[in-house]
């Protein structure tokens, strides 16, 4: 059964003018981007055992793959010797429906959240307020994205795109709505703080607190999830109700799996050797203890994974979300995520989208739109994923379905028809420079008409030369 | 003392003082209490007076009997109700636990809840303080997660460094909901 993801309903040309137009999204991107992809290569350069256990890791993500049935009868039954309750969904609709039900049967007002990139795929907070739960996102960036009522724009720093002044901003609005002054100014350190006073105030009162998660470990049922701000373990330690939804692909066999995975998010996401907390759920709170819910409900979500076990995409299931390939994307450090249209930007988002729900043909388009082949993704994937290739086999899969319009097909066939033999590649000079007579300005091609325009309207061309170096060599030498 | 422990303790310092960690040690002729007052008087530094310490576990809560401050203290133990010990914490301006192990190549702290333990200290107040037996160093992650699954708690964590976020342009900051400092204590059992 294949899956169904929320989508930007926006024409492409749309999304990206807009994107191309943030400026100030661009710089931070750059500079960020940049920056974590630096990390990222001096965290493994001085790091002996990093690649080794990288690979021990990317073997161990293979292996719970290819044996996903196995361990997730495994995964249920150790969650429920625990104590949780296990509930399974086909799709996102279905897992929305459970968590919903769970909110109700418990009387849940106030739901606080950590980052779960599950949660933004089944749309989980529309399905919560709708059903009148007040749902809060507790990581920073989160927070800020939720005020403004937008989609995260990276998989790690979902608020990427947003400036200190506009987060300001957002803030004076929260606080004229609990009539609190502003802040004096914008200053990150003093809305972080605000930020902070904020959503105490939420984790203490919360009825449910909702997790995604980084891994699942079958044998003992242990959900692990990695943060660096702390408030997953507000989250999962506060209220006395957690539900943490995990897509099936997120479960690992064993402990021993375990340990060669848990440092590779955070080594390839931000160059670090771990995030600032790792914390390990394995069931609801001991009535002798102090911290935990009193029930944990686990909801497996399926939503198209499954259906890719046992075909050549099964190794996009083992992205652990570490954000590496969007970090060195030559095009999502151009546009940033907003721009793919689908919760999953970047490489990995133009793969996995159109994989899990190969109905939305928007995102199949992505894999000519938002890239330039340049393989970057497929070299920086801890886990091996052939990012580029299966970004390759969607555009071939594509021209296949014939999803290009007429003239951009007949154009291509064309191109590709003479510039396969050398009498046609000098016959399209020839075209080319008398068809240039009509377009020179200040000797360079600055426009061209219809499909050649786009080419032209951010750079200029040189001329082409009235005697090519071939034609000079068979004047002068003979053919 | 082994060699090797030596070794574990300065990588583990390494890598804990490289994310912003602080770190002190036991010396040789005082006692842990001790050095748990020389650890608190530095920390308090930062806090209003009187400081709020929460002393949670029977093993901090019997060295707290043994720390003589320069500074006004406020003990935060056990209360009636599980709200209102929470409550209690949430106050409070400094935490203090006990390692369960600690990770020397990632410079980590690992806690548990358990019927003594719990994670609060370490999460509520701004200030967290890790008293951490130099022998329960291991040298990679791995030998603590088997040491772990080992026990497997209802609820764990290993921490690596302060509370973080580099949400807001990319910029890092230190304190978002956790802890703005953390400092480990180090001493040496009789194990050692």
Not at chain 1, 399 to 408: D, G, H, I, N, Q
Not at chain 2, 1 to 21: T, Y
Request: hydrophobic share 40%.
């Amino acid at each position: 059964m294949s899956g169904r993801l929320p989508y930007d309903p926006r024409p492409w040309r749309v999304r990206r003018d807009s994107a191309l137009g943030n400026s100030s999204m661009r710089d931070t991107l750059q500079r960020v981007a940049g920056r974590l992809s630096k990390a990222k290569s001096t965290a493994y350069g001085d790091y002996q055992i990093a690649d080794k256990w990288r690979l021990a890791g990317v073997a161990a993500k293979r292996r719970a793959i290819s044996q996903i049935d196995e361990l997730v009868v495994q995964v249920i039954g150790e969650i429920e010797r625990h104590g949780g309750k296990v509930h399974r969904a086909r799709d996102a609709a279905e897992a929305v429906r459970c968590v919903v039900e769970v909110a109700q049967k418990n009387g849940v007002k106030l739901a606080v959240k950590s980052k779960s990139m599950v949660t933004e795929e089944i749309e989980l907070n529309k399905g919560l307020e709708d059903a009148g739960v007040q749902v809060v996102e507790t990581d920073l960036g989160e927070y800020i994205i939720q005020l403004a009522h937008e989609k995260p724009s990276h998989i790690l720093a979902p608020a990427i795109h947003r400036n200190r002044g506009q987060v300001k901003e957002l803030f004076d609005v929260e606080a004229d709505r609990q009539g609190m002054a502003h802040l004096a100014n914008a200053d990150i350190e003093q809305l972080t703080q605000f930020a902070r006073q904020q959503l105490r105030q939420e984790f203490l009162s919360a009825d449910m607190g909702v997790t995604g998660g980084n891994f699942l470990v079958a044998e003992t049922g242990t959900i692990v999830l990695i943060t660096n701000e702390g408030n997953a373990d507000m989250v999962t330690s506060l209220p006395p109700l957690l539900v943490s939804i995990v897509g099936i692909e997120k479960i690992v066999g064993t402990w021993d799996d375990l340990s060669y995975l848990l440092q590779q998010p955070a080594l390839s996401g931000v160059g670090q050797r771990l995030s600032s907390y790792t914390t390990f759920v394995s069931g609801p709170r001991d009535e002798s203890a102090m911290d935990g819910p009193d029930q944990w409900h686990v909801v497996l979500l399926d939503n198209g994974r499954r259906n890719l076990v046992g075909t050549p995409e099964e190794s996009i299931l083992s992205c652990i979300r570490c954000g590496a390939c969007l970090n060195v994307c030559p095009v999502f450090r151009q546009i940033g995520g907003h721009a793919y249209g689908s919760v999953y930007p970047g490489p990995i988002g133009i793969v996995v989208s159109a994989n899990l729900d190969p109905s939305m043909p928007s995102f199949l388009d992505l894999a000519s739109q938002a890239c330039s082949m340049c393989y970057a993704c497929s070299e920086v994937c801890p886990m091996d994923i052939p990012l580029a290739d299966e970004i390759l086999t969607l555009r071939n899969h594509r021209v296949k379905t014939m999803a290009e319009p007429l003239l951009v097909r007949r154009t291509y066939e064309m191109w590709g028809r003479l510039w396969s033999t050398k009498a046609g590649y000098q016959k399209t000079i020839r075209i080319a420079r008398l068809g240039q007579r009509f377009l020179i300005q200040k000797k360079k091609l600055r426009w061209a008409p219809g499909l050649f325009g786009g080419w032209l309207k951010t750079r200029d061309m040189p001329l082409i030369p009235p005697e090519t170096f071939r034609e000079w060599w068979a004047k002068t030498h003979g053919e | 003392m082994g060699n090797n422990v030596e070794e574990r303790v300065a990588q583990f310092a390494i890598n804990w003082q490289r994310l912003s960690g602080k770190i002190m040690r036991q010396d040789l002729q005082e006692t842990l209490g001790e050095a748990l007052s020389r650890a608190l008087e530095v920390i308090c530094t930062g806090v209003p007076e009187p400081a709020a310490i929460i002393a949670w576990e029977p093993f901090v809560q019997d060295l707290a009997r043994t720390v003589r401050l320069d500074c006004q203290v406020e003990w935060i133990g056990r209360r009636a109700s599980r709200a209102n010990s929470i409550a209690a914490m949430a106050s409070a301006d400094i935490g203090i636990n006990v390692a369960q192990w600690a990770v020397a190549d990632t410079g980590s702290v690992a806690l548990y809840v358990t019927p003594e333990a719990t994670l609060y200290p370490s999460l509520l107040p701004k200030q967290h303080l890790v008293l951490l037996d130099v022998a329960d160093i291991v040298p990679t992650v791995r030998e603590g997660l088997m040491e772990l699954r080992k026990h497997l708690p209802q609820l764990a964590k290993i921490i690596t460094g302060p509370s973080m976020s580099a949400d807001i342009e990319g910029q890092l900051q230190i304190g978002v909901h956790g802890p703005q400092s953390v400092m480990v204590l180090l001493w040496a059992s009789d194990r050692n």
